[in-house]
């Protein structure tokens, strides 16, 4: 009777401590987002990114003579980020461009000859269809000269180099990467339960983990949808001014205003 007795309050003690711990029907909605993101309500944790960010490729194979600009250098756009070797380039050039040239100059012939008659359709056609490969050919040598040169898109910083002088490189291999370090934005994810109070340029301070410091920012852009696994919602947020001591990657907490 005894040992019948310490089962059944085993059993009971056990029944207890799982139904304390999750709720039968699983954690609803609101609870969700504050156990799966670990937030209070009106605090989120959030990332610095910048808005302008890439991984440059190489478009053609080549040597590579230069590579000006160093981890953590800046550059203006436009800039010489890569040059490789251009001398087979730029002769392969030069005989599509003339190439072109006397295949253009003989359909040019061939339609004056073909206003007297002189000259059947199908040489006339077939003059035609000759030019307009040869300039085919001339514009693919064109793109591969420029594929010598690679030129920053934006004003910004190096993030990493992959590759070093006179190393042998070939079309898609990584290169670069750069950011523009002068437009950062906040991407922050907030319970899906906040965007009952949540609205476009809602303030918030932003407290980077790196420095120790709090800074004024605001919401840009509210994400399009809720994630449905853990019910949250992606928001953007700018700063009010640009931290020059803040980096993209560095990482905080964003407190808003009016929210505990």
């Not at 040169?149 to 190096?158: K, N, Q, T, V, W």
């Not at 004024?216 to 449905?228: M, N």
Request: net charge positive.
């Amino acid at each position: 009777m005894r040992h019948r007795w310490r089962t059944s309050a085993i059993v009971a003690l056990l029944l207890t401590v799982t139904s304390t711990g999750v709720p039968a029907t699983g954690w609803s909605r609101g609870d969700r987002s504050v156990q799966g993101t670990k937030q209070e309500s009106g605090v989120a944790r959030g990332i610095v990114k910048a808005v302008s960010q890439a991984v440059l490729y190489a478009q053609i194979q080549g040597r590579v003579n230069q590579v000006p600009y160093k981890e953590g250098q800046r550059f203006v756009k436009g800039a010489t980020l890569v040059q490789l070797e251009c001398d087979k380039y730029q002769a392969e050039l030069t005989a599509a461009a003339a190439e072109h040239d006397g295949k253009s100059k003989t359909f040019q012939n061939n339609k004056e000859l073909a206003k007297l008659n002189a000259v059947s359709t199908l040489d006339l056609e077939v003059s035609e269809a000759d030019a307009k490969k040869a300039g085919a050919a001339r514009r693919i040598a064109e793109i591969n000269v420029r594929g010598c040169h690679l030129a920053a898109p934006f004003a910004g910083r190096i993030v990493d180099v992959m590759v070093h002088e006179h190393e042998n490189v070939f079309p898609n291999d990584k290169l670069l990467s750069v950011l523009d370090d002068t437009s950062l934005e906040i991407e922050l994810v907030l319970p899906s339960m906040a965007l009952t109070w949540l609205k476009k340029q809602a303030r918030f301070t932003f407290i980077v983990d790196e420095t120790g410091q709090g800074y004024s920012a605001r919401v840009k852009e509210i994400g399009a949808a809720v994630d449905a696994a853990s019910q949250t919602v992606k928001v953007t947020g700018v700063f009010d001014t640009l931290p020059k001591d803040v980096l993209s990657g560095m990482s905080g907490a964003a407190q808003f205003v009016g929210q505990p």
